[in-house]
C-alpha cells in the first residue's frame, strides 16, 4: 500500500487499569476472564431506551517522529454495540459499492479500501465525529 502510514509505523492498543501492583493485578483479572461466559441469551440485551440513549468518546494517541504527539477523537451518538456498528456495517458496504469501484483483489482493512470517503460517509450518515486535537 506505498507505506502510507510510513516506514516505521507500529500500532499497539493499552487499557490502563493502575500503577503497579494494582494495575499487575487488574490485567491478571481481565486476562483471566471469558467474554463469552456471562453473554446475554437471545432478547437479554439493553433495552431500546438504552441503546437509543448510548454513546461513546475513544481517545487515540501517536507519538510522531519529531517528538511530538497527536491525538485522534472518535465519538459516537449510539451504543457502540448495537447502535453504530450496524450503521458503520451499512456505510461500509454503500461505500464500497457506490465509491471504491477502483479496488484490486486482495483483503483490506477499512482505512486502506475506503479512507475519507468512509469518515466522510460515517460523519454525514452514522452519528459519527473525527477530530484530530494536536
Not at 13 to 39: C, H, R, T, Y
Request: aromatic letters at 8%; charged letters at 20%; hydrophobic letters at 35%.
Amino acid at each position: 500500500m506505498g507505506h502510507m502510514y510510513g516506514e516505521d509505523f507500529c500500532y499497539n492498543e493499552m487499557w490502563i487499569q493502575g500503577p503497579g501492583e494494582e494495575g499487575k493485578a487488574a490485567a491478571e483479572f481481565v486476562g483471566s476472564m471469558n467474554p463469552l461466559a456471562d453473554a446475554p441469551a437471545p432478547g437479554e440485551g439493553p433495552s431500546k431506551e438504552s441503546r437509543d440513549n448510548g454513546n461513546y468518546d475513544v481517545l487515540f494517541c501517536a507519538d510522531l517522529p519529531d517528538g511530538s504527539t497527536i491525538h485522534a477523537a472518535v465519538t459516537g451518538d449510539m451504543d457502540p454495540g448495537y447502535g453504530s456498528t450496524s450503521k458503520m456495517i451499512a456505510e461500509s458496504a454503500i461505500c464500497l459499492v457506490k465509491e471504491c469501484s477502483d479496488l484490486a483483489g486482495g483483503i483490506y482493512t477499512p482505512a486502506p479500501a475506503m479512507g475519507e470517503k468512509l469518515i466522510t460517509r460515517l460523519q454525514a450518515s452514522a452519528g459519527l465525529t473525527f477530530k484530530i486535537e494536536e
